[in-house]
């Protein structure tokens, strides 16, 4: 049902032109080259990296993830569960360090979905031999 739409792209590693092609290298935010990402997508060629320094933007996304997070577990956990206010933030500090790779991957996949609108026709979930070479021509131009 999400598919084809930006969200689906962000929460699934996935290109946010085509919704096939992955994003980063690794699938897991937990491995050793959990930032590597590839610079044009290994399905439809859609070029990640717009210009230099595009994933500047990214850290304004990480901030608001990061605020949403705290602002949502504190809701939940100060406000409606009535847990003490400092075992909320000695419990928040470790939890925040073990979210960074995957707020890292998250706010640079919502970073780009913002800026790439998701292909809808159908016709870069089915790539052919045509199309690629296509994307090889537009590439080598
Ligand atoms: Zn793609």
Known sequence: MIRNTRLY???FNKCPRC?????????SAYR????????????CGENYVPEPGFYWGSMYMSYGLYV???LGTFLL???GLGVDVMHYLLGLTPVL????????RLARRSWLAIFIAPDR????????????M???KNAAS
């Open 77 to 79: 956990l100060v406000v």
């Open 32 to 43: 050793k080259n959990f930032d590597e990402m590839h610079t044009h997508c290994p399905h």
């Open 68 to 70: 949403l997070f705290m």
């Open 19 to 27: 919704h096939t092609g992955a994003f980063f290298v690794s699938k």
């Open 134 to 136: 296509d994307i090889e």
């Open 9 to 11: 792209s962000v929460l």
């Open 97 to 104: 360090v073990l979210l960074l790779p995957y707020f890292f």
């Open 121 to 132: 026709s159908g016709r870069g979930t089915a790539a052919t031999g045509t199309e690629v």
